[in-house]
């Protein structure tokens, strides 16, 4: 196994379990803050830049801002349909909606990129 993937590893299971221990204890802007932390993205940036240079950085992190809409559209679904239709199937609706409009984003911009 490539030290990159074991990095990976125990970096996003350090992540979901701070994130699980401050949600747990109704500590959400901390668990929020923990979740969003770039340490996955500043990792892939540093891998891609000593495997690909930086012409690849700049592509992957343009992708990453264009990728952010769909990500939103998760989330404003996750917020707006729990109170109405409960947890699991607001969150599978937001699943639903990140997969569409990731396709339609990866259709529209996949040859302008």
Known sequence: MEFKYLLYFVLGGTVVSLVSYFASH????????????????????????????????V??????????????????SVISLSSKIGVIPSLVTGLLAYFVFSYLIIKIFAIKI
């Open 26 to 57: 109704s500590k959400g802007l901390m668990a929020a803050f923990f979740a969003n932390l770039p340490v996955i993205t500043l990792v892939t940036f540093i891998i891609i830049y000593v495997e690909s240079g930086q012409k690849n950085v």
């Open 59 to 76: 592509l992957y992190a343009k992708s990453l801002l264009i990728m952010l809409f769909p990500w939103l559209a998760y989330i404003f």
